[in-house]
């Protein structure tokens, strides 16, 4: 890997949280942004002629189910741990993803590899893998709230530091993403393969424990604020919903299903992050709230890659060219905002003097934006010798 601690870009429109400047210089110092200039900087180290292209801040990716994908690519077909995080890697620097919080689920005998057991091995593992790899890698905890079963196993694993988010999801069918059993059961059996025996055992053991809720929550989220860890709710469906996170003090809501509960959320304050892929697409993958319409309306703050890293990108210029947003503030969703819902602002999220050299240069070929070079905190960690 290609260190670059002294460098200067120029030829290049940069993207900043308030604006582009065009034509214009941005120089790394020992892997930190030390100028961002219009026109040339004299002095620096290497210089990279970026061709005109734009210069981002690396993107910040807060929900991504990607490993878990690549770990069970398809139902019971798995592949070892340690292929899959560098593989992943390597796409994620490619993708223009310069940190990452691996979304883990612990939902007991539900699907695939979401056991307790598989999700704790997995953070363990993250952990001591963090430090090989180049994209700066953290965890992002989702926590059936179902599942009593998983607190104790939470609950160690954040005491030991090794989980830096944590969500709250209920993917009981009735509310939520499945408002109706029936799209619950057709999801789990088109993607995970259940019988339907196998989902009426997943549906009767949810509704069981409903009644433990409550005690689950509070017991979960007063160790999360203890450890100032950030806290998020998924697939919100209600007013009522967001009030009842907000008492949590959650400050984040997932891929709200309306745009009442986006409303809601917006009243309360809270971050509202939505899907890249349901901006690219036009449509949500559940049948849901349209992402790019939560954006138009003034409801969106954070975009994250769901499932996919690579609609990231490809999400940012779509909000531009569809003329919902100014490239800046569409950029901000996917980097600076992520930053401030984290509590990692004044480190990175935005090119900015002084913070993290996390940046990715792009150009559009052929109609279609493609990452050139990623970096993260000056150090090149993906570039293409494609023009």
């Known amino acids: 890997m290609k260190k670059l601690n002294d460098f200067i870009i120029e030829n290049v429109s940069i993207v900043t949280p308030e604006g582009i400047l065009e034509r214009a210089s941005a120089s790394v110092c020992q892997g930190r942004l030390y100028k961002i200039r219009e026109g040339c900087i004299d002095n620096g180290g290497e210089r990279i002629d ?8 690396g993107f910040i990716d807060m929900h991504s189910d990607a490993l878990e994908k690549d770990l069970e690519p398809r139902p019971n077909c798995l592949f070892p741990l340690d292929i899959v995080l560098y593989e992943m890697d390597k796409k994620l620097a490619a993708c223009g993803v310069t940190t990452m919080y ?46 009593g079963t998983a607190i104790p196993r939470i609950e160690s694993l954040l005491a030991e ?3 830096q988010m944590l969500s709250l999801m209920d993917h009981t ?24 025996d196998e989902i009426q055992k997943i549906i009767d053991r949810k509704m069981g424990a409903r009644k ?18 950030p806290m998020a709710s998924h697939d919100d469906d209600c007013r009522e919903k967001i009030d009842w996170i907000s008492e949590q003090d959650i400050r984040i809501t997932e891929f709200p299903v309306n745009m009442e509960t986006v409303h809601a959320a917006r009243e309360k304050g809270l971050f509202i992050c939505l899907g890249a892929p349901n901006i690219v697409r036009g449509t ?32 940012v210029f779509t909000l531009e060219k569809l003329g919902i947003l100014p490239l800046h503030q569409a950029v901000n969703m996917a ?20 913070k993290a050299a996390d940046l990715i240069l792009v150009k559009n070929g052929d ?8 970096c993260v905190e000056g150090r090149e960690v993906f570039s293409t010798w494609l023009k």
């Open 50 to 57: 970026a061709g005109g292209g734009w210069l981002l801040p």
């Open 102 to 147: 691996h979304s883990i689920s612990f939902a007991e005998e539900e699907i695939g590899i979401r056991s307790n057991s598989m999700a704790a091995d997995i953070i363990t593992r993250i952990g001591q893998a963090v430090k090989r790899l180049h994209v700066r890698t953290r965890v992002h905890a989702r926590f059936e709230i179902t599942d």
């Open 161 to 163: 530091g090794k989980i």
């Open 173 to 196: 069918p009735g509310q939520g993403q499945f408002r109706e059993i029936l799209s619950f059961r057709n999801y789990y059996q088109t993607v995970y393969r259940k019988s339907d």
């Open 212 to 229: 433990f809720i409550t005690s689950h929550v509070d017991r979960i989220t007063r160790i999360c604020r203890r450890l100032a860890i």
């Open 284 to 315: 949500s993958q559940a049948r849901n709230l349209s992402a790019r319409d939560a954006i138009a309306a003034g409801g969106g703050d954070i975009i994250c890659s769901d499932y996919a890293p690579m609609a990231i990108l490809h999400a």
């Open 335 to 354: 980097s600076l905002l992520p930053a401030k819902a984290l509590g990692i602002s004044d480190i990175t999220g935005s090119l900015e003097e002084g």
């Open 367 to 374: 109609g279609v934006h493609r990452i050139m070079k990623t």
